[in-house]
């Protein structure tokens, strides 16, 4: 067993900070804001969407000391262990200037209520540091997450762009300090498992991902927090006692990417943030999905690993990882065990996981060379919401043009992610033209009866889940859509 130490340790703006007295489900901006005062860190939603509690985290990772903005409303203190919390008060000019974000925004009449306003300043801080000249869709990127009612998104965005007349960031005291902050926090990475509390009230981080199995088969009825962009909502929605919570986000075992013989493994550690560049550049179609999965604040918190074991029938990962083939590793103990991920998914809020059992890693192959592969999500508004429906297909044509293989699964359209099987069979050997894929929408009905929601009724997931079988096979072939006929016909 690894050492045990009572108490939470990181830095927060220059100070360090020791907590002993901590709750499993306490965040970190009622922390702030009732125990430091810090109230630039503001609650809107208390759900990660609004983004007014926009604080960066910084963590040491392979790439060295990072900072992300997270949504502080949803960030529980246990997962702080060995970070640099850095608020909207510690920014600062040279002088008595104000920081360069900040002039900005005044400048370029970003702010009217201003009750938002430190957690965009937060948010372009984070963007500032990595890109000093952003483009638009890097700006609009990293304001997915960050609500304004008063002024429109125009000065901002000029703002945005206005940040390095004001400073360098190279100058930044959070730049001029990264090796100091880097050694603080490597002193306080000591290899120790973090125990607070007593009886069912306890909050633990464990010192590995060895340590983490070995604690689980204990601990079967604690809650695992991984980014807890879901768990956060159990405890500031819904009011559940998460208690004991075992914390892993910060388990570098977890947290590693890897691709071997066309096969990429992402540990269930690792952020949307972390997984993009790979999937983004191998597996081109899971980019333009992953950045419209929350806002950028999620994203740099949640986990693919988090998305799968939850289970949840509208996570926007496991529905693309399934027609991909993906396979899933299971850790129980000392025991792994491999099965394909469609599989994991049993029934509404039950999954193929014993107990004492975690997601330990996602096995997901790198689409053939000749094959098809798309993701679409149906949403209300299109940034930064839940999926209405989702589908997403993976198809081999044979040399004649028959379909050889087809894989369809979906999201919102059944109690689980699943697969479009009646449809799939219904194509498979056919050929791949407009008619067989008419004749096997009539399929649908045997595969899903959606339910009607906040989000869709259930004749329009039908109706859409339909409709995106042929607009994947529009786009495959370059057939023009009727509207496109109509409309060169009109010309």
Sequence with gaps: MAETRNQIRFILNGSDVALKDVAPDATLLDWLRLNRSLRGTKEGCAEGDCGACTVLVGKLSAEGLVYESVNA?????????????????????????????????????????????????????GLWMKAPDPSNAAIEKALQGNLCRCTGYEAIMRAAHAISSYGKAAKDPL????????????????????????GKARLIVPASVDDFATLLEKEQGATIVAGSTDVGLWVTKH????????????????????EKDGVITIGAGVTYTEAFEMLSKRIPALGPLVDRIGGEQVRNMGTIGGNIANGSPIGDTPPPLIALGAQLTLRKGKARRTIPLETFFIAYGKQDRQPGEFVEAV????????????????????????????????????????????????GGMAATPKRAGAVEQALIGKAW?????????????????????????????????????????????GTKTPFQVSRDEAA
């Design 73 to 125: 409303c949803i960030r529980f203190m246990g997962s702080l262990d060995g970070t640099h919390v850095v608020t909207v008060e510690h920014l600062r000019g040279d002088g008595e200037k104000l920081h360069p974000v900040q002039q900005a925004m005044i400048d370029f009449h970003g702010s009217q209520c201003g009750f938002c306003t430190p957690g965009f300043i937060m948010s372009l801080y």
């Design 175 to 198: 730049a001029v300090e990264r090796e100091d902050i880097t050694a603080r926090l490597k002193v306080l990475r000591d290899g120790a498992r973090v125990e607070i509390g007593s």
């Design 239 to 258: 009011m559940r006692d998460i208690s004991p919570a075992i914390f892993i986000g910060g388990l570098e075992g977890l947290r590693t990417t890897s």
């Design 433 to 477: 033209d407009e008619a067989t894929v008419e004749a096997a929408m009539a399929e649908y009905a045997k595969d899903f009866t959606p339910l009607t929601d906040m989000r869709a009724t259930a004749e329009y997931r039908a109706l859409a889940a339909k409709n995106l079988l042929l607009r994947f096979y529009i786009e495959t072939t």
């Design 363 to 410: 096995q997901v192959p790198v689409p053939a060379k000749g094959t098809k592969f798309a993701v679409y999500k149906i949403t209300k508004r299109r940034d930064e919401d839940i999926t209405a429906t989702l589908g997403a297909f993976y198809l081999t044509l044979a040399k004649d043009g028959t379909v050889a293989d087809i894989r369809i699964a979906y």
